[in-house]
């Protein structure tokens, strides 16, 4: 191996001038940093120091040609917001790891013919494979058409049982705040949620009733309170339990931003929070959950989590190493001022 290396300040440097420094065959060098086995350890240790002298950057197409792929995922996402395709996509980065596989975001905006087009453009770059990410957790239509890429499901499952959905357990979750409740010494719990129409409502209803019937209780007014997902129903749905129901001492909202219009509505009634009636949201968005007065108690989906499971399964559907398969994954109780045990 040479001393200098030889390449003019005004150009990048190429395999050729690897190959030259390290005093190699340019497909020797190839072979080298590209991790095949036919090279002997001190020839692949002499190319590599070469190529991080030159700051060498295998050209991305080259190697692509050469493996078949292109080290780039499309991620489809309906969630206008960001609010849950932002940590999944966090997630299925953290799995593919830094400067690994690049990841082209796209916003179908909940419209199929849009979601189309997005699939035939990711396409068409010759990405290894697609992510779909759903705005709500109730089963979706397939991709339509023959998709010749892997294909994950996050957060909203596929129709179809064949097809990979990484999907949260919203009926632990609904349950798993109840027994947080229960914990506390409460007993008269009310149940204020979001639209019947959304599986996500539907299911944290059915895991908060099955936890208090274990425990010999109903809900108050016997139901879930179903209604819209913001803040003002919140404030509505609570001023007609407390009116309806006094003797209420916790109430379990199906959203965070749910959960501070109860809030508003208790310190209006004049009700300490947590002392005299406790309040547990759900999604641990932090931009409410942290900043509530108190901060408020949530139930996490942990959609980091969900998106680098998404970005393993993906991975390994690509290497066709495993046949990965639909997975539902527990949520986890988040703690803060706004429940505290009875006394």
């Not at 947590?274 to 932090?286: A, C, K, L, R, Y």
């Amino acid at each position: 191996m040479t001393t200098e290396p030889e390449v003019p300040a005004n150009r990048t440097a190429t395999l050729t001038d690897v190959a030259r420094l390290a005093g190699v065959s340019v497909a020797t060098a190839s072979k080298a940093i590209n991790g095949r086995g036919e090279v002997k350890a001190a020839t692949r240790v002499r190319v590599l120091e070469a190529a991080e002298l030159l700051s060498f950057a295998p050209n991305a197409l080259a190697r692509s040609l050469l493996s078949g792929r292109t080290g780039t995922v499309g991620l489809i996402t309906s969630d206008l917001e960001g609010r849950f395709s932002i940590p999944i996509l966090m997630g299925v980065e953290d799995a593919f790891g830094a400067g690994q596989v690049s990841v082209f975001l796209c916003d179908a905006r909940g419209d199929a013919i849009r979601e189309q087009h997005h699939v035939r453009a990711l396409l068409s770059r010759r990405v290894d494979g697609l992510i779909v990410v759903g705005s709500r957790t109730d089963h979706r239509p397939p991709l339509a058409g023959n998709i010749p890429v892997p294909v994950v499901y996050v957060y909203a499952p596929s129709a179809n049982p064949a097809d990979i959905s990484i999907i949260v357990d919203n009926v632990g979750g609904g349950r798993l705040a109840i027994e947080h409740l229960l914990s506390c010494g409460r007993r008269n719990i009310a149940h204020i949620t979001g639209e019947a129409g959304f599986q996500a409502a539907r299911d944290r209803a059915d895991g908060a009733a099955a936890a208090l019937a274990d425990a010999g209780l109903r809900m108050i007014g016997h139901r879930p309170y179903f209604g819209s997902w913001d803040e003002s129903w919140g404030r509505a749905a609570a001023h007609m339990v407390v009116e309806q129901h006094p003797e209420v001492d916790a109430i379990f909202c199906g959203s965070d931003q749910i959960a501070r219009g109860v809030l508003e509505t208790l310190r209006d009634l004049g009700r300490d929070v947590p002392s005299t009636t406790s309040v547990i949201g759900f999604d641990n968005w932090d931009a409410i959950a942290a900043h509530s007065r108190p901060r408020l108690t949530s139930i996490d989906m942990n959609l980091k989590r969900l998106g680098a499971v998404a970005g393993q399964r993906l991975f390994a559907a690509i290497d066709s190493t495993t046949a990965p398969s639909s997975e539902e994954f527990p949520g986890r109780l988040v703690i803060r001022e706004s429940t505290v045990p009875v006394g």
